[in-house]
């Protein structure tokens, strides 16, 4: 049985298509790609460069390596956004079985979640093209802090491989907050049975995970470009740590605002029935009309009245919590210390 392929409205991105066409799984389509493009990096330095895998004019030894873990985060990236679409198609199907409808119908679900806005995409890819020059300009990127002209093979090369890269990045960071915000809403469909029916929302509660998860992965394999002296910019870090934790909060919190605002609307619709009940059997018992009690029905109430405002809001267990600070921890925490290796390995060679 084939593999579903990713579509996504109005139009699935190049790179999506490229990667339905590889028939790998997620991971192994990724090193595919980054072994597609370092391939074409040794052809162009043999061409172009001091020699295969060299890369004329720059301040760094063994730039090979810097360059394959680039190619990685490239390949990685695009997986990482395939692996996202996917899972999402998954949750939709798992969710479809509880939605009034006419959600239920697949097809308008799927049209619901998975599209975006075109002017968007563009935009924050023209973005990511710009954002390619600041390390082509690092004056600590080249031999005697002077960078060759923009016409310069390794210029051109640094720019355009980056340029791809950071388009491919910024709107597949897109995708996945679009995503987990249209998939939020569809939360106002769902059939609750109850108040206190938190599994009924489990879909959301794994979209939430497996974003941060997913990029907290791929943040990991970035975090290695700060090991080797001179191979990362280092004022762009401090960006980077920032933009990348806001990005995880979002892609966490997204997917879980629709189920919040679900339950905390059952919440107050029960919590206004049990009181409206708890006064009408107060005023009878204040009326002494016993007989019509039911033997403590006043105090069943109060102490369901005590459950129901003890009822959580969101859609998540601490377990949930914990594991989303654990993902973010191994996110953030291999970049601050890739940061910390490379910053004492350039102390002790001064």
């Given at each position: 049985?084939?593999?579903?392929?990713?579509?996504?409205?109005?139009?699935?991105?190049?790179?999506?298509?490229l990667?339905?066409?590889?028939?790998?799984?997620?991971?192994?389509?990724?090193?595919?790609?980054?072994?597609?493009?370092?391939?074409?990096?040794?052809?162009?330095?043999?061409?172009?460069?001091?020699?295969?895998?060299?890369l004329?004019?720059?301040?760094?030894?063994?730039?090979?390596?810097?360059?394959?873990?680039?190619?990685?985060?490239?390949?990685?990236?695009i997986?990482?956004v395939?692996?996202?679409?996917?899972?999402?198609?998954?949750?939709?199907e798992?969710?479809?079985?509880?939605?009034?409808?006419p959600?239920?119908?697949?097809?308008?679900?799927?049209?619901?979640?998975?599209?975006?806005?075109?002017a968007?995409?563009?935009g924050?890819?023209?973005?990511?093209?710009?954002?390619?020059?600041?390390?082509?300009?690092?004056?600590?990127?080249?031999?005697?802090?002077?960078?060759?002209?923009?016409?310069?093979?390794?210029?051109?090369?640094?720019?355009?491989?980056?340029?791809?890269?950071?388009?491919?990045?910024?709107?597949?960071?897109?995708?996945?907050?679009?995503?987990g915000?249209?998939?939020?809403?569809?939360?106002?469909?769902?059939?609750?049975?109850?108040p206190?029916?938190?599994?009924?929302?489990?879909?959301?509660?794994?979209?939430?995970?497996?974003?941060?998860?997913?990029?907290?992965?791929?943040?990991?394999?970035?975090?290695?470009?700060?090991?080797?002296?001179?191979?990362?910019?280092?004022?762009?870090?401090?960006?980077?740590?920032?933009?990348?934790?806001?990005?995880?909060?979002?892609?966490?919190?997204?997917?879980?605002?629709?189920?919040?605002?679900?339950?905390r609307?059952?919440?107050?619709?029960?919590?206004?029935?049990?009181?409206?009940a708890?006064?009408?059997?107060?005023?009878?018992?204040?009326?002494?009309?016993?007989?019509?009690?039911?033997?403590?029905?006043?105090?069943?109430?109060?102490?369901?009245?005590?459950?129901v405002?003890?009822?959580?809001?969101?859609?998540?267990?601490?377990?949930?919590?914990?594991?989303?600070?654990?993902?973010?921890?191994?996110?953030?925490?291999?970049?601050?210390?890739?940061?910390?290796?490379?910053?004492?390995?350039?102390?002790?060679?001064?």
């Amino acid at each position: 049985m084939s593999r579903p392929r990713i579509e996504i409205e109005p139009l699935t991105p190049w790179s999506l298509r490229l990667f339905d066409r590889i028939p790998l799984p997620a991971f192994w389509a990724g090193v595919a790609i980054a072994a597609g493009v370092f391939a074409v990096f040794l052809l162009y330095t043999a061409l172009l460069g001091d020699g295969l895998g060299r890369l004329a004019g720059v301040a760094f030894a063994w730039g090979w390596v810097a360059e394959l873990i680039q190619d990685g985060f490239l390949g990685f990236a695009i997986a990482v956004v395939a692996a996202s679409v996917r899972g999402a198609r998954d949750e939709i199907e798992a969710l479809r079985p509880v939605l009034a409808p006419p959600l239920r119908d697949a097809t308008d679900l799927h049209k619901q979640v998975l599209h975006y806005p075109r002017a968007l995409l563009i935009g924050l890819g023209l973005c990511g093209l710009l954002s390619a020059i600041p390390s082509a300009l690092s004056p600590d990127m080249w031999v005697g802090g002077r960078r060759p002209g923009w016409t310069h093979p390794t210029v051109a090369w640094l720019l355009l491989r980056n340029a791809v890269t950071w388009w491919i990045v910024l709107r597949g960071m897109a995708l996945d907050l679009l995503i987990g915000w249209h998939f939020s809403r569809v939360a106002e469909h769902v059939v609750l049975a109850d108040p206190f029916d938190r599994e009924v929302f489990a879909p959301f509660a794994r979209r939430a995970l497996r974003n941060v998860l997913l990029w907290m992965l791929l943040a990991v394999w970035v975090s290695l470009t700060y090991i080797g002296p001179g191979w990362a910019v280092g004022p762009l870090m401090a960006l980077g740590l920032a933009t990348l934790t806001s990005f995880a909060l979002a892609a966490f919190l997204l997917p879980l605002l629709g189920p919040h605002a679900r339950l905390r609307a059952a919440k107050q619709a029960e919590r206004a029935r049990v009181r409206a009940a708890i006064r009408v059997a107060r005023d009878r018992v204040l009326a002494r009309d016993a007989g019509e009690l039911g033997g403590g029905r006043l105090g069943d109430l109060v102490a369901y009245e005590a459950r129901v405002d003890a009822a959580s809001e969101w859609p998540i267990e601490t377990s949930t919590l914990l594991r989303f600070a654990f993902y973010l921890a191994l996110g953030l925490g291999s970049w601050v210390g890739a940061g910390l290796v490379q910053h004492f390995v350039e102390t002790a060679l001064r």
